[in-house]
């Protein structure tokens, strides 16, 4: 699913200065400039430098030294310090400030003011990194087609000379076989007509002849002889002289062929062919979740992320620490499908027609406008611009919905043009830039799966259901799926323990085995805001013990 390679560019990985294997450095010394992982920095770091000062290797450039917020000079009253900052305004106030203009205002600490910037602004830059990876790919991804198109371009000029070339030479061949032709045509007709001009010749002189014969016979005085002649004569003159036919009375034209397009050539539009993609799969990090499977997964903009097991009835808020996740908040809920939103906050599905919110500021659990009754939620898809995608089910009906922020329903999608059902039970759902949703579509009478591409009008352009090699043993059983930054989408096969790489219309581009990297039964796929890629995992079937695995992993060529 082949042209020059393109140019990736790509950061050197930097192993751990102490224990020098480590790559997933975590931390910097800003006393004596080492870079170390977690493990280094608890264990070794702090016995020859308990004084120094480390810090998260994400903060560096950050201030590191205590910040003074009890000394700013308020802008509008110069002889005061500012006390507190006022979110109504975006501004901080002194004690004037506050009197004539903001006592009514919401104001907070600076020291909060100034944290809560802070986060804000890291998220900005998440999403900047973000958009900068989607960009980059996008670059790399033109240039691939640039190079396709210069390489199609020199191939496509050498293939004209090179059928120039042999249309001359079967032109001289065949003008040399019509002129050898001509040639031996010319040779026989001419002996022919030699032969009949020489033979027509004798019998001429042979007429010429008897006519003679009768003239002087005519004028003899010899009456005797005349009556003893005669009769012999007059039988002479009865007998024919043969006439020769004409060997032949036809020849040869030349009618010069009609030169088209058709037996010369024509240019065709056809769809560049990129390179065989190369993906390559790395483990950044590895976690222990304390849950029977990692069912769903939603990164936030923090580096913190959302986990949940439908088996467990558990949902999880985590922040990854070196080797562990530390739990932020958990929720004793069954969730079918979830989705972080624009504002942080998190969508879920709970089996009830409605979805439900999570509060990323308060936590609290509250019911909002997001409804697709009389059938319950189960795949939950955010766009880039906002729109909700649910994939929902009853004992009747099955469907895909496209819900706009208010929650009306601007699309339903569960029949094909024939008036066929599209969906068994749409379980996870992504969307590509050109507008494509994917589908994850499983049937548990069938025991497989499919991916189900819709187009921006809803009708069905190609169904996926998995790859013969791949699948010969076991049948494709998608259950996670996720947009990569290249606008390509992946989908994890859990019995085969592979990811399908997918074009944004559902065609396999590849595949890796995750095997190859020690990660088994991949169940859940979600990007990072930094474009690293979690893969949450199950337990072996049959297995009780609840130490699925989380990983994080970076992947790239896709």
Known sequence: MAFSKSVIRSQIPINCNLCETEKNIKWKCLTCGVLMCSKCKDKIHLMIGKDHKVVDIKNVGLPVEELDFTN??????????????????????????????????????????????????????????????????????????????????????TDILNHEKVLKQAVEKHIAKLRNELDQNHTACTKANEESINAVSKSEKQIEKKCSDVQDFIYTTDISKFFQEVCQMERSTKVSVPKPEISSKTTLQFHPGEITQSNIGVLQSVDIILPEVKVSLSIVNHYQTNLSVVTHLSPCPDDSLWIACTQDKVLRKVKPEGFNLKTISTFNIKVYGMAITASDDLLVSTGKSRLQMISSTSGKVTNNVFDISPLFPVAIHITSGGQIIVGGYNDERRAVFV??????????????????????????????????????????????????????????IHIYKGDTDINKKKPFKPVGIVTTPRDNVIVDDIDTHTLHILNNSGHLITYIKTTDNGIKYPCSLAFSPTGQLYIGCAQQQGSTAKEAKLYKVNISGC
């Open 403 to 460: 819900l706009n922020k208010s929650g009306d329903h601007e699309a339903v999608y569960d029949h094909d043009k024939h008036n066929q059902p599209i969906f068994s039970y749409p379980k996870r759902i992504t969307t590509t830039s050109n507008g494509n949703i994917h589908v994850a579509d499983y049937d548990t009478d069938e025991g497989s799966g499919k991916v189900v591409v819709l187009g921006p009008g809803g009708d069905v």
């Open 72 to 157: 700013i000079k308020c802008q509008d009253h110069s002889e005061q310090s500012s006390c507190l900052f006022c979110t109504n305004c975006d501004k901080l106030v002194c004690p004037t400030c506050i009197a004539k203009v903001h006592k009514k205002h919401d104001l907070t600490e600076i020291s909060d003011a100034y944290n809560l910037k802070i986060e804000r602004l890291k998220k900005g830059q998440s999403k900047l990194q973000k958009e900068k990876n989607e960009i980059t790919a996008t670059k790399d991804q033109a240039n691939m087609i640039y190079d396709a198109e210069n390489s199609n371009y020199a191939k496509v000029s």
